[in-house]
């Protein structure tokens, strides 16, 4: 059987439609001539220029998106390449951009929101120096909608997840390499343009096309993920993590008014009570310079490990429609952001619960201290954020979809009883003494055992004493779910 002629490049036999397209995900570089043979062996140059025109549409929203302003690699809209497009990264400015449209519930700041952050924020400075040691880093109160939070805080999440979109990228790649170097049966050879034909030099050609395809599903997931978590978060690191620039201490005036109203409790004394808590997590990432780099590391060292499922992907795309690039997409999406992890990786999910347990254990002791005797509801406010938080929080929805972690409330219910107990044997500069170094901060075993931490500490209390310091301090029935694992 006579092999198929190579088509004449200036003559390729595939409509403009598709060859735009094809151009568009290369980043403009010439069409393999296997692949050009292939797609001119389907008959597309026989078909319907209205079909041709609704495939070369499929194709444009498979590999970036339909919705404009989604597309990695290509202007909103599909008109065309971006100017340094990121390639496999996170394309901060698209993720925005996605984001904003998952975004139903919000309006613009105003001035009068504006000044009351700023008064909030100083008065919730006052409160927290009699409270805490740690240094009081000059800040001013600032009031962002929920749009704004997106567009001020997508800087240090590009920093955060760019590694897990690296290693999702590399282990898509990794797999189709392995797969196309085990292909005995000539499938895939077929399939790369016939006889004579290395797969492997084909995708080695083509990429580029894999690695915008991966970026794409990346920062569309981050794009969504934060649209969801913009509609919940009431301050600017209420997920624990240092997104606010160093200067600002953020609050959410529409996100305030509705916890106001659900809780129905005065407005000015929920803004008093979030600002305390906004400002003393502010204060902890400003005094302990060490603890973003730890939260940074823990999540690059899970992204170092990235293992895509391929029997996964690959049950996903045979359920999905192929004529709906809408399907196709979520159906890949879903399928990466569920990877076996490997030990290297659960080690470092583990860390990072910590830090975060840690960090948010601390703010509620701290929050609490700070109202107690200026607010007349701070206990109901306290309790409210922990019931919000032990259901289905802020922190929770953002690591499950973006690094696959569930931060868990007995950890953070676990932090709190620690830094409690400490407080009570050694005074709130003991307390805060834990985080002058990373080797004397408490571990997931720590926080297992709290009265063991507190010993080695120096502590002499009993275990009654510490047990019943943390029922009256704290409440036994704070978590909803005490048996959550």
Not at 62 to 75: I, N
Not at 131 to 144: K, S
Not at 229 to 237: I, N, P, R, S
Not at 345 to 369: H, K, N, P, Y
């Amino acid at each position: 059987m006579t092999d198929s002629p190579v088509p004449d490049p200036d003559e390729p036999g595939v409509p403009e439609e598709i060859l735009e397209v094809l151009r568009e995900l290369t980043g403009g570089r010439d069409i393999p001539p296997a692949m050009l043979q292939q797609l001119s062996a389907f008959g597309l140059a026989d078909a319907d220029p209205a079909q041709l025109r609704m495939m070369a549409g499929q194709l444009r929203a498979m590999f970036g998106g339909g919705t404009p302003g989604m597309p990695v690699g290509f202007a909103p809209g599909g008109d065309g390449p971006f100017e340094g497009a990121p390639g496999s990264g996170v394309d901060g400015r698209v993720a925005a951009a996605v984001a904003r449209q998952h975004i139903d519930d919000d309006r613009e700041v105003h001035d009068q929101e504006v000044a009351l952050a700023g008064q909030a924020v100083q008065v919730a400075t006052l409160w927290l120096d009699e409270v805490t040691d740690l240094g009081a880093p000059t800040a001013r109160g600032v009031a962002w909608s929920r749009a704004e939070w997106v567009d001020r805080t997508m800087p240090a999440w590009e920093r955060l997840v760019a590694p897990v979109a690296e290693g999702v990228a590399t282990a898509i790649g990794d797999s189709m390499r392995a797969r196309l170097a085990g292909d005995e049966s000539g499938t895939l050879s077929a399939l790369a343009g016939g006889s004579g034909v290395n797969p492997a030099a084909l995708l080695g050609q083509v990429q580029g096309v894999v690695d915008r395809m991966s970026g794409a599903i990346f920062t569309t997931q981050l794009g969504e993920a934060l649209g969801t978590l913009a509609e919940d978060v009431v301050t600017g690191t209420e997920v624990c993590l240092p997104l606010v620039p160093e200067d600002e201490v953020a609050i959410l005036p529409v996100a305030v008014a509705q916890v106001s109203t659900d809780l129905e409790l005065d407005l000015d004394e929920v803004w008093l009570y979030l600002a305390v808590r906004e400002t003393a997590r502010h204060r902890l990432f400003r005094a302990v310079p060490w603890l973003g780099d730890a939260l940074e590391r823990a999540v690059h060292d899970h992204a170092a490990g990235t293992n895509v499922d391929t029997e996964s992907v690959e049950a996903a795309l045979s359920s999905a429609d192929p004529s709906d690039p809408e399907s196709l997409r979520d159906a890949l999406g879903g399928s990466l952001f569920a990877p076996a992890a490997t030990p290297e990786q659960a080690a470092a999910l583990a860390r990072l619960e910590t830090w975060l347990a840690l960090i948010e254990g601390w703010v509620d002791v701290v929050t609490s201290r700070a109202t107690t005797g200026h607010l007349p509801h701070a206990a109901a406010l306290g309790e409210a954020v922990r019931r919000r938080r032990a259901t289905d929080g802020p922190a929770q929805k953002a690591f499950a979809t973006l690094v696959g972690l569930e931060l868990r409330p007995r950890r953070l219910r676990d932090a709190a009883n620690l830094w409690a107990a400490l407080e009570e044997r050694h005074g709130a500069e003991g307390r805060d003494r834990v985080w002058s170094h990373p080797d004397q901060a408490p571990s997931a075993d720590d926080l297992d055992d709290v009265l063991g931490f507190v010993e080695r500490a120096g502590a002499s209390a009993t275990d009654d004493e510490i047990d019943a310091f943390l029922r009256d301090a704290l409440g036994e029935d704070d978590d909803p779910r005490p048996d959550a694992p």
